[in-house]
Every structure is written in structure tokens, then in C-alpha cells.
């Protein structure tokens, strides 16, 4: 590209006087480390939307395009999900409950629709399997566990954490929903549900759609940590990559399903709504 002498004296003579720079360039050079850090903080999967959309929360005035562009500029990119493979397997041996769910992964408040699932993450040690339960009210991660095993105890160990976290909290007409995987319909993880007075729901048409919710923030899951962190070489690393995430995934990513907050957040504002609407009038 031909670059006029007008352009290259010009060039030059801003690179040694920076009050000669353009407003333009000078708010660029203010962004870049605002836009670096908000990427870094957020475990390096932030595309440029999501980028934006924190330095908004922060008051940072910047069109998304600039962002985008700066991104570019500093070959910063967003995690993509890949293809989600399922891991459950059913038994069509063992008799399922009713799906409460349809399909209908909508909860108007914490603590009345729980899903759950596991996938798997390949180690130099072998195979580990990590399950998950959420909260579907704000997609909040209530329990997980990482096993060697994919045994009934591995998913009742995510369960018990999910129940400890909530509790004492309001747990009446509570549904744990789940595919139609043999840990999830076993005998001892539906007395464990019933026992906590939370009603069982499993999907009817054994596909991916029935617990698509728990899949996806699985996908989300291997996309932002799992596969960008690989190769794993032990269970403790995975362990405490997963704490890592899991506190980051509930107190600070924007999640687009309940308006670009964090799960936490989202929380928060229900039970400072709940309040408000509970103190009587004068």
C-alpha cells in the first residue's frame, strides 16, 4: 500500500508529539487495557459482545464495534462451543418418573426447578467425570462433584452439595429434573430426592432436548475451561480448575437468558424484590 509524503510526515510527526494525535487514537490507547483486563479477568472466553457489555456495567462509554476492533487489534478472541456429545446412558430397564418439565426450562424463582447432567474430561490419569446441578431460576451452578467413576455416588455427591448450599431456604414443590441416565433413575438417587421432598422429573423422549438446559451450561463448560486449558494431566487439577470456574460462571459471567448479569446477581435481585413486595403498606 502507497502511503502519501503528507500521510508519512504526518505519521511520524504524531509518533514524537503525542499532543499532535488523533482523538481517536488517544481513546484507543485509553480502552486497549480496560478491554485486556475485562478479557483476562474473565478467564480469557469473553467474545467482543460480552466484552462490551461488562465495560457498559462498568460505565465505560464505548460502541461495540470499537470494541470489536480492538480485540482484533490485540488477536484477543471469545471461547467457541464445539460439538456437545452426550454421556448418560439410559436404562431401560428401570422404571422413570413422570417429566415435570416438558421441555420448559423456566423457573420464576430459586429453588423451584433444579437440573442436573455430567460430562467427562480426559486426564493423562484416564477418564473424570464431572456432574452438575443448577438452579434453572438463574442458571446458578448449586453442586457438582469430579469422580473416576460414572457410579450412582458420583451424581448423589453433586446432589447432597446442591441440597447443603440451598438449605435452610424454601425447598416446597421443588422438581430435580434430569435425562434418563441409570445414576439419575436409580433406586437410591430417587429415595435421596424423596427423602428431600424434591419431585423427580425425567425427560420422556430420551434426546439431547430433554435436558438441554443442563447440556448446555455442560458445553459451556468444556468451551470456557476444559478444552481451552487441555492437555489435563491430574484429578486435582481438574478439581480445582472447576472451583475456579464454577465461582467465576455464579459471580461473574454474564449470562444473555437473564438479561447479561451474573447468576448470583440475578439472585440477588429476586430475594431484594421478594422483600420489597413482602413489607405491608401503612
Not at 510527526?13 to 478479557?39: F, G, T
Not at 452439595?161 to 430417587?190: E, N
Request: some cysteine; overall charge positive.
Amino acid at each position: 500500500m502507497q502511503v502519501g509524503p503528507s500521510g508519512y510526515r504526518r505519521y511520524f510527526a504524531q509518533q514524537r508529539n503525542p499532543a499532535l494525535r488523533s482523538a481517536r487514537v488517544l481513546r484507543d490507547d485509553e480502552l486497549l487495557p480496560q478491554i485486556q483486563r475485562v478479557w483476562q479477568t474473565n478467564m480469557q472466553v469473553y467474545g467482543a459482545d460480552k466484552v462490551w457489555r461488562q465495560l457498559k456495567r462498568e460505565d465505560v462509554q464505548v460502541a461495540r464495534c470499537t470494541v470489536e476492533r480492538l480485540m482484533k487489534r490485540l488477536g484477543l478472541k471469545g471461547a467457541r462451543r464445539g460439538k456437545v456429545v452426550r454421556t448418560t446412558v439410559p436404562d431401560k430397564a428401570l422404571t422413570c418418573p413422570l417429566d415435570r418439565v416438558n421441555r420448559q426450562f423456566k423457573a420464576d424463582r430459586p429453588n423451584q426447578l433444579w437440573v442436573s447432567d455430567f460430562t467427562y474430561v480426559s486426564t493423562w490419569q484416564g477418564w473424570l467425570y464431572v456432574a452438575f446441578v443448577i438452579d434453572v431460576f438463574a442458571r446458578r451452578i448449586v453442586g457438582w462433584q469430579v469422580s473416576s467413576s460414572m457410579r450412582t455416588d458420583f451424581v448423589l455427591d453433586a446432589l447432597e452439595q446442591a441440597l447443603y448450599a440451598r438449605q435452610p431456604g424454601r425447598m416446597d414443590a421443588l422438581v430435580h429434573h434430569s435425562d434418563r441416565g441409570s445414576q439419575y433413575v436409580s433406586i437410591r438417587y430417587t429415595e435421596r430426592l424423596a427423602e428431600a421432598g424434591i419431585k423427580p422429573s425425567v425427560g420422556s423422549k430420551g434426546d439431547s432436548y430433554d435436558n438441554a438446559l443442563a447440556e448446555t451450561i455442560n458445553g459451556l463448560y468444556k468451551t470456557e475451561l476444559i478444552h481451552k486449558r487441555a492437555p489435563w494431566k491430574t484429578r486435582e487439577a481438574v478439581e480445582l480448575a472447576t472451583l475456579e470456574w464454577v465461582a467465576w460462571f455464579n459471580n461473574q459471567r454474564l449470562l444473555e437468558p437473564i438479561g447479561y448479569i451474573p447468576p448470583a446477581e440475578a439472585e440477588v435481585n429476586y430475594y431484594r424484590q421478594f422483600a420489597r413486595e413482602a413489607i405491608p403498606v401503612a
